[in-house]
T-cell receptor, first 116, second 113 residues
Framework: GAVVSQHPSWVICKSGTSVKIECRSLDFQATTMFWYRQFPKQSLMLMAT?????????EQGVEKDKFLINHASLTLSTLTVTSAHPEDSSFYIC????????????FGPGTRLTVL | AQSVSQHNHHVILSEAASLELGCNYSYGGTVNLFWYVQYPGQHLQLLLK??????LVKGIKGFEAEFIKSKFSFNLRKPSVQWSDTAEYFCAVNAPNDYKLSFGAGTTVTVRA
């Protein structure tokens, strides 16, 4: 199946700093990727849709200036958490659409962000 | 917008027991339905999906799910679980031609050897 990777797998940062998380489709091209946030013992919440070569589409309630998304190539989308605060600590998961698999979403392993 | 509810937060059972996890969705139109599994420390994997056709869908690892349109349900079943089925299970839906998924809260399944 299609493989999606994320880097880093975990990161700890100080409050006020920015953190960049990468999402890569390793063996396919993905024009569309998604970013989710998962709180402990809760479901995945869609944050935004990342479209290659265009601006991301954010879900209601998600601050686009705080969560910057860049989808500069067909295999890479990045999520930058700007001026991170402890409440941004969470598990961030990306997924990518693989069109030859019937438009199935393949998920990355996630990135654990801890803001001190 | 769609919403998904999973009735069981945590299910504990013994090996060889049967498993059924409930999933109900609310949406007025046609939907695509999915069950994902997240094993400890691993990423989400697709167990099975329903787009159309036979409402009884068979997936990987011996799982199956039945779509009952009149009940807006898509329950997941496995006749005999194994210890390795210990994981978090998520039901999800989207509308046709809209790739955005709405997830349920998830059910933690613990299988005791």
């Amino acid at each position: 199946g299609a493989v999606v990777s994320q880097h880093p797998s975990w990161v700890i940062c100080k409050s006020g700093t920015s953190v960049k998380i990468e999402c890569r489709s390793l063996d396919f091209q993905a024009t569309t990727m998604f970013w989710y946030r998962q709180f402990p013992k809760q479901s995945l919440m869609l944050m935004a849709t990342s479209n290659e070569g265009s601006k991301a589409t954010y879900e209601q309630g998600v601050e686009k200036d705080k969560f910057l998304i860049n989808h500069a190539s067909l295999t890479l989308s990045t999520l930058t958490v700007t001026s991170a605060h402890p409440e941004d600590s969470s598990f961030y998961i990306c997924s990518a659409i693989e069109r030859s698999y019937g438009n199935e979403q393949f998920f990355g392993p996630g990135t654990r962000l801890t803001v001190l | 917008a769609q919403s998904v509810s999973q009735h069981n937060h945590h299910v504990i059972l013994s090996e060889a027991a049967s498993l059924e996890l409930g999933c109900n969705y609310s949406y007025g139109g046609t939907v695509n339905l999915f069950w994902y599994v997240q094993y400890p420390g691993q990423h989400l994997q697709l167990l099975l999906k329903y787009f159309s056709g036979d409402p009884l869908v068979k997936g990987i690892k011996g799982f199956e799910a039945e779509f009952i349109k009149s009940k807006f349900s898509f329950n997941l079943r496995k006749p005999s679980v194994q210890w390795s089925d210990t994981a978090e299970y998520f039901c999800a839906v989207n509308a046709p031609n809209d790739y955005k998924l709405s997830f349920g809260a998830g059910t933690t399944v613990t299988v005791r050897a």
